[in-house]
């Protein structure tokens, strides 16, 4: 079973920058692609971005992002921690919400870890 802990998140402001980071702990060996989805209210979980350590179904060091997010958010990948960071930058009110992160030997939700999850909140 992998455990993942994530840190981070807050309140900002719209045009303020966050970053977010996640663990997996466990039988991690088994990690192969890290990402983060997130949850507004009312509204259902959506992928915001993911990245593979190694090659799978995409190239090692690929990463996919939302088309909501990108050129604003940033994954990077730790291989020797089996840690990933979201780096979120330029915020936007639509970008509040609660973010997981979850990992897997692919990136298929059914066959995915979940953490418990950190609050975004973009607000003036």
């Known amino acids: 079973q992998v455990h993942l802990a994530e840190s981070g998140g807050g309140s900002v402001q719209p045009g303020g920058s966050l970053k977010l980071s996640c663990v997996a702990s466990g039988s991690a060996g088994n990690v192969n692609t890290m990402g983060w989805f997130r949850q507004a209210p009312g509204k259902e979980r959506e992928v915001v971005g993911f990245t593979y350590f190694s090659a799978s179904y995409f190239a090692a060091g690929s990463t996919y992002y939302a088309d909501s997010v990108k050129g604003r958010f940033t994954i990077s990948q730790d291989n020797d921690e089996n840690a990933v960071s979201l780096q979120m930058n330029d915020l936007k009110p639509e970008d509040t919400g609660m973010y997981y992160c979850?990992?897997?030997?692919?990136?298929?939700?059914?066959?995915?870890?979940w953490g418990q999850g950190t609050q975004v909140t973009v607000s003036s």
């Open positions: 979850a990992a897997g030997r692919v990136w298929r939700i059914a066959s995915l870890s």
